[in-house]
């Protein structure tokens, strides 16, 4: 199973294009992100308590998971100061929009290297990618047992 197959769909898109870009022209794509990224909505807006800190991050990374239906929807409050950054995250939030845990799951925690990231990014700023990816994970693995606990306590157990 190669990288890209293991990714959901749109991850799978933007990792293509991201291929086809050369040099800077990667950069100037995850800048493009970075102006993309989503404001948080209403419910959550001046709620940055309501967030987790990805604290392994330099850059204040804010993430939180919203289940809908068994998809997730990831909202990240990322300072502009930041757009490498903030464009990482943009392009995570869209990629797995509507994802379930079990797909997050899968993505491999170096995929970026298939994007040709390593060659626009400092190391540091690869380990803030390599952390948001695995903070998002950790979220879904927290829905993917929360969502088994409430179907465990509506199925009857057996001795």
């Not at 909505?41 to 068994?70: G, S, Y």
């Not at 869209?94 to 997050?104: F, H, L």
Request: glycine share 6%; charged share 25%; with cysteine.
């Amino acid at each position: 199973m190669t990288a890209e197959s293991a990714l959901p769909p749109r991850l799978g898109e933007i990792v293509e294009d991201f291929q086809l870009a050369e040099g800077s022209e990667k950069l100037e794509l995850l800048l493009e992100y970075a102006r993309k990224l989503p404001p948080l909505p209403d419910w959550l807006r001046d709620r940055r308590d309501a967030m987790d800190q990805v604290h392994e991050c330099m850059t204040p990374v804010f993430v939180v998971a919203e289940n809908r239906d068994r998809k997730l929807v990831f909202h990240f409050d990322v300072p502009p100061e930041s757009p490498t950054v903030r464009g990482y995250a943009a392009l995570l939030e869209e990629g797995v929009r509507g994802a379930t845990p079990e797909q997050i799951l899968q993505i491999p925690g170096d995929f970026y290297q298939e994007m040709g990231l390593q060659d626009v990014l400092s190391p540091r700023r690869l380990q803030g990618v390599h952390t948001i990816l695995a903070y998002i994970k950790r979220l879904a693995t927290k829905e993917l047992a929360s969502s088994e606990l409430q179907s465990d306590s509506s199925t009857p157990h057996t001795i």
